[in-house]
Structure formats: C-alpha cells, structure tokens
C-alpha cells in the first residue's frame, strides 16, 4: 500500500500501572509502583508516585522511603499483553495499517480517522483517544504527522493524555525538544551530537544530511528526513525476521556471586531456547553480555559447531562463557544472545547431530508445555529457587511475541 499521508502514533500512559488499574480500580489516584526482576526495583511508576520522587530504576527498598504510602505490586506481563492485544485490535478497526511497535506503543495510518469520526484531524484524535479509554480502560496520547518520527515526537509531548497534530511551523514545534529525546538516538549518539553543537531536534534539522550520516550512520540519516517531513520509515505490519534474539535483564540484588550468576547464565539459556524453538531458528554464535553497576561491562561471543537450538549445545557455549567472565565488581544486568541465525528448514545437518539429544529437548518442550514453564529445566538453576517460586517471573515482556521491539 502506499505510504499514508499522515501517520499517528499512540502511546499509552503509564502503561503497566493504567493496566492495574483496569483490574483494580482502587488503585486509581494513588501512587502506584510496579516492580521489576524479583521485585528489586521499579520498572513502572504512575504521576502521582513520580511526583514523590520516585524513578525508573529505583531500588524498592530506597522507593518505599521515598513514597512509603506507594502501592507497590509485581509486574503481570500476561495481564499487559491482554490489553495492548486489545488496543492492537481496537487500532485495526480504525485503519487499514497498523504497527505493533512495543507493548503499550503503535504507529498506525490517520488517513481515515476524519471519515470514520466525522469530525476534524483534531477532534478525531480526541474521539479516538475516548474510544479507548471508554472501551479498554487505559489513557493514551496520540501524535499525528507525516513522519514516523515526527508522529512519536507529538504524543510524547502531549502526555499525559493528550493529542498533538504536529503541522505548521516546524521551527516552534522543534526547537525545545531535546535531539536525545529522538527515538532510535541513544546517550552515545546524544554525546556525539551535543559535541558538535546539536542540542534540540531543530538542530539536527539544520544539520547538513550528510554530516549526520557521517556522524550517527544512515539511522541518523533516516531521522534527519524524517524531521524534515519527508517519509522514509514506513509503517510495518508484520515483525521482519530477527537478526538476532536475546534473553536475560536485570539479576535481582546485584552480585558476585559465581554460583548464582551461573545459574541466571543458564535460566536466560533456556529461555533463549524456548525463542529460538518459536521462531524455527539456529544459531551459530552465542554471546554473552554482562553489566556491572548498571554499566555495560564485559561481553563475549562464541562460535557453536553447526546451527543448533539444542539445549547441549547453546547452554554449553554460555556456561563456557561465564566461567571465563570476569567479575570485578557485582553484576547487575546479564543478556545471552543468538546471532547468526537461519531458518531451521534450510540448514544441513551434521552427520554428527545427536538424535539423543534431540529427543530429550523435545520430551522436556512437551512436558513444559503439559504442566508449566519451566517444570522441568537445568539443575544448574536449583541456586535461583527464589526466582522460580515467584510467579511473575515466569512470563516476560520478551515473551510477547510480534512487537517491533524487545
């Protein structure tokens, strides 16, 4: 189809703590915190508990000082993917193209909002915007523009529950908004351009293109087009293939711990596996990533004798890569990745595969899949017990398959 003329991006609020709040509506205009990996930290805040200080990130032991009348509960992934499964759907009887993007975000074709609504480019997106608070329960604010970019520019500076139509003088609409606040523009990038005098989106606009390619490659390239009203980032309907697919996050209470980092080595090797067993892929290369302090670290790859997503062999490799990490100072994040991937049906197989093996991981998929995750798994794990005897943990927001992102 072709590229609509303008494109809206739908953002919801406070996403996980409005999704608490759909289920339990006592909790709506308190300060609600949702927790993260076994519940270390708070990964989700609403205003009100954000207006007492507290941050993404904080440690709930610091977070219950800062707000002690917070409401805090853990994170229910399954819940969450319930309603952006609702928005998705709510979105695709309102336009023909909409982009999955993230768990509580989505790009979508506004061309026919005005029809549909009856009304102007503006009052449609506040009667959209109603439409979903009345029918699924949750605040979301809504940028439209030509661009992609620009689209995402606009509902972020319309929350909270707002809608921004980002047309007219692009220079008033640029010029206060931070060229980090930029999707797809990281603290590196956002470094680079502040070196070379390129503060606020305007900026980046004014930037000569090719100095930008130069400077932040042809990603940056794209967004300079895009700031500049000018479409080259299309709405994708469906997830292309993954280049690479990881698993792992935060480890809870930060450590050094060799034993129990070697059990989190294998429990996010697992769960790579249950991915790459979705997707239909091997892997030839297993990294691994670790953080320390919250800072990026140390990271490793290994090359596997033939693509594989057999549990010997992708385990193996980052078991053999923990016990060559380093461990300077406590560990607090740890990712284990598959790259070099290929579609299991064209991949030859070694005369040396083991059927045994085979046979195993398929009996272990099927008897998971029969009683629960991870009934049956490594007992290299058996040091996380505290990890596995808590529920939340057992679906992540990685398991949520089709997003754009994560």
């Known amino acids: 189809m072709n590229q609509p003329n303008y494109v809206a991006h739908i953002d919801s609020d406070c996403f996980y703590v409005s999704a608490e709040r759909v289920r339990n509506p006592t909790l709506r205009g308190v300060p609600v915190g949702v927790l993260g990996n076994q519940g270390a930290c708070v990964i989700a805040k609403s205003y009100e508990m954000k207006a007492a ?7 709930i032991w610091d977070a219950i000082k800062i707000c002690p009348d917070g409401v805090y509960v853990k994170r229910d992934f399954h819940w969450y993917e319930v309603i952006s499964r609702k928005l998705l759907a709510l979105l695709k009887t309102v336009s023909p193209l909409v982009e999955y993007y993230s768990i509580d975000e989505m790009f979508f074709d506004a061309d026919q909002l005005c029809a549909i609504f009856g009304k102007t480019l503006e009052k449609s997106m506040e009667a959209l915007q109603q439409k979903v ?8 604010s809504i940028g439209i523009a030509h661009t992609k970019t620009l689209a995402k520019l606009g509902s972020d500076t319309a929350k909270p529950f707002g809608c921004k139509l980002m047309d007219g003088d692009r220079r008033a609409i640029l010029r206060d ?14 470094k680079k351009l502040i070196e070379n005098g390129i503060v606020t989106c305007w900026d980046f606009v004014q930037a000569d ?22 479409a080259v980032q299309p709405i994708v309907t469906s997830r292309p293939p993954h280049k ?18 070697n059990g989190f080595v294998v429990r996010n090797s697992e769960r790579l596996i249950d991915a790459l067993d979705y997707h239909q892929v091997h892997s030839r290369l297993i990294v691994l990533s670790l953080e320390y302090n919250g800072e990026i670290g140390w990271c490793r790859r290994v090359s596997l004798a033939e693509p594989t997503a057999a549990f010997k062999e992708i385990v193996g490799a980052s078991k053999f890569l923990m016990r060559h990490a380093p461990i300077p100072a406590r560990v607090s994040h740890m990712h284990v990745i598959a790259e070099k991937l290929s579609y299991r049906k064209t991949v030859q197989r070694s005369l040396f595969s083991s ?29 996380l017990d505290d990890v596995y005897a808590d529920e939340a943990n ?5 398991d949520i398959y089709g997003k754009m992102c994560f």
């Not at 200080?53 to 440690?59: D, E, I, Q, S, Y």
């Not at 608070?133 to 979301?140: A, F, S, T, Y």
Request: with cysteine.
């Open 53 to 59: 200080g507290v941050k993404t990130g904080t440690p």
């Open 355 to 383: 059927p045994k093996d085979e046979r195993l991981d398929k009996i272990k998929w099927y008897v998971n899949r029969k009683i629960g995750r991870f009934s049956v798994r490594s007992g290299d794990t058996l040091v």
């Open 209 to 230: 293109r090719l100095f930008i390619r130069n400077l932040l490659t042809i990603k940056g390239e794209a967004l300079w087009y895009e700031l500049n009203g000018e």
């Open 244 to 261: 690479a697919i990881a698993r792992g996050g935060s480890v809870g209470r930060q450590t050094t711990d060799r034993d129990r980092l």
């Open 133 to 140: 608070k009345d029918e699924i329960g949750i605040p979301v």
């Open 394 to 398: 057992e679906y992540d927001i990685c």
């Open 177 to 190: 908004i931070p060229a980090g606040e930029l999707c797809g523009v990281g603290r590196r990038s956002e």
